[in-house]
């Protein structure tokens, strides 16, 4: 099992900036991939963006050149950092760990953003 600790969301104006973290814990593979997805209300839970152990990262079109993954591999967190923000941001984000051994894969409880305009 694997546990996720997510902190940081919260409320902010539109152009703002806000800094997500997601502490993993438990039956930590090193060879893994962690990241953040975000869900509207009404909308499909969707990625935002992901980093591999190995250092590869991923983003979702809507995010690219305003939100920026990392994490720091000791710690087993992963962090988002999300400037420029815009209400259409507004979700709940959730972090997501995905061992790429096993492919099992462990969600967090989830941490709202509320943009405002």
């Known amino acids: 099992q694997v546990q996720l600790v997510e902190s940081g969301g919260g409320l902010v104006q539109a152009g703002g900036s806000l800094r997500l973290s997601c502490a993993a814990s438990?039956?930590?593979?090193?060879?893994?991939?962690m990241g953040w997805y975000r869900q509207a209300p009404g909308k499909q839970r969707e990625l935002v963006a992901t980093?591999?152990?190995?250092?590869?990262?991923n983003y979702a079109d809507s995010v690219k050149g305003r939100f920026t993954v990392s994490r720091d591999n000791a710690k087993n967190t992963v962090y988002l950092q999300m400037i420029s923000l815009k209400p259409e941001d507004t979700a709940v984000y959730y972090c997501?760990?995905?061992?790429?051994?096993?492919?099992?894969?462990?969600w967090g409880q989830g941490t709202q953003v509320t943009v405002s305009s």
């Open positions: 997501r760990y995905e061992s790429r051994i096993s492919g099992t894969y462990y």
């Open positions: 438990g039956s930590i593979f090193s060879i893994n991939t």
């Open positions: 980093a591999t152990s190995g250092g590869s990262t």
